[in-house]
């Protein structure tokens, strides 16, 4: 059974802190994505990763930047973090074996104040 | 550029009543798509993709080409499949990986 966690399922941060996201699969999948789901908007992909050390901006990549360093875990970091930063955030992992179903960790609900 | 596009934001039917979500799309190959729902406090999950062709908690879904549909569907509601629904694809990145786009996602309501 695949599991995809993330480090924290609250969180709230001050306008301009560096924020770090963490989120960990434990089945070696090599694609990884970070989404942010609003209401009435959707999810919206930041960033993905196709293989370790390796990433590709997604549709709002502006704000944001990522780290994966190993093929387990792929962080998303907010460099300087804004009030329209808040939001979910969403991780999820896929692979080819699994004909690219994605699987999603729980979310972590960032509130920037 | 690939678009996932689902027109209701909300949708209520009673139970028992036929269920039909839309979503269209726009990609210029061929797309793989699927349909993933969120119930109340649980995590996004997969509920079924065009390529299966299966029934999934007696929800279908039939990839129509011609007018780049994909299309949602449950004969009898039932209140359990109260949730949010969002419909994605799966295309190519310009550098040949895979990219997924969902779209703004579907709010079923149930009434008993």
């Known amino acids: 059974d695949v599991k995809v966690t993330q480090s924290s399922r609250y969180l709230v941060k001050r306008t301009g802190e560096k924020v770090f996201l963490e989120c960990v699969q434990d089945?070696?999948?090599?694609?990884m994505f970070w989404y942010r789901q609003d209401p009435g908007l959707g999810l919206r992909l930041i960033y993905f990763?196709?293989?370790?050390?390796?990433?590709e901006k997604g549709d709002i990549p502006e704000g944001y930047s990522v780290s994966r360093e190993k093929k387990e875990r792929f962080s998303l970091i907010l460099e300087s973090a804004s009030t329209n930063q808040t939001s979910m955030y969403l991780c999820a992992s896929s692979a080819v074996e699994s004909n690219y179903e994605q699987y999603f960790g729980p979310g972590t609900r960032l509130t920037v104040t | 550029a690939q678009r996932v596009t689902q027109p209701e934001k909300l949708l209520s039917v009673f139970k028992g009543a036929p269920v039909e979500l839309k979503c269209n799309y726009s990609?210029?190959?061929?797309?793989?798509l699927f349909w993933y729902v969120q119930y109340s406090r649980q995590r996004l999950q997969l509920l079924l993709r065009h390529i299966s062709r299966e029934s999934i908690k007696g929800f279908t879904a039939d990839l129509n080409k011609g007018e780049t549909s994909f299309h949602l569907k449950k004969p009898f509601a039932q209140e359990e499949d109260s949730a949010m629904y969002y419909c994605a694809l799966r295309g190519s990145h310009s550098g040949g990986y895979q990219k997924v786009t969902f779209g703004t996602g579907t709010k079923l309501q149930v009434i008993p």
């Open positions: 990609y210029s190959g061929s797309p793989e």
């Open positions: 990763s196709y293989d370790v050390k390796m990433k």
């Open positions: 089945m070696d999948h090599e694609n």
